[in-house]
């Protein structure tokens, strides 16, 4: 269980504490919440999750021409996971990802 404010995180039960407190994890789960999508120009830049009692998740996506290079969570989100999700592209392909 994961808890952050009033909201409460519970993970299946066959998942390990370290794939619920994952970057990817928090991202993935947030699909199931109300949204609302900023753009600049044809880009997304911010996405911002309800969670509800008066909870906001923020998705903040940077990019390099038409590549999507860093992905940021922000808001109301558990401590102790990493935050920043980094891709690495040669060319157009993407060729790694790191977290921080």
């Known amino acids: 269980m994961v808890c952050e404010g009033d909201v ?28 609302a999508l900023t753009y600049i120009g044809n880009k997304i830049d911010v996405i911002t ?6 909870l906001f998740v923020y ?4 990019y390099t021409g038409n590549n999507v290079t860093m992905i940021v969570l922000s808001g109301d989100i558990p401590d102790g996971i990493d935050t920043i999700k980094n891709l690495t592209y040669t060319g157009n392909k ?3 990802t790191s977290y921080s």
């Not at 999750?49 to 008066?54: A, N």
């Not at 998705?59 to 940077?62: D, G, H, L, V």
Request: hydrophobic fraction near 25%.
């Open 59 to 62: 998705k903040t996506y940077s």
């Open 94 to 96: 993407l060729t790694s």
């Open 49 to 54: 999750y309800d969670i509800g009692s008066g």
């Open 8 to 35: 409460i995180f519970y993970p299946p039960k066959d998942l390990k504490w370290s794939d619920i407190n994952s970057f990817e994890y928090i991202s993935k789960n947030l699909k199931s919440y109300d949204s």
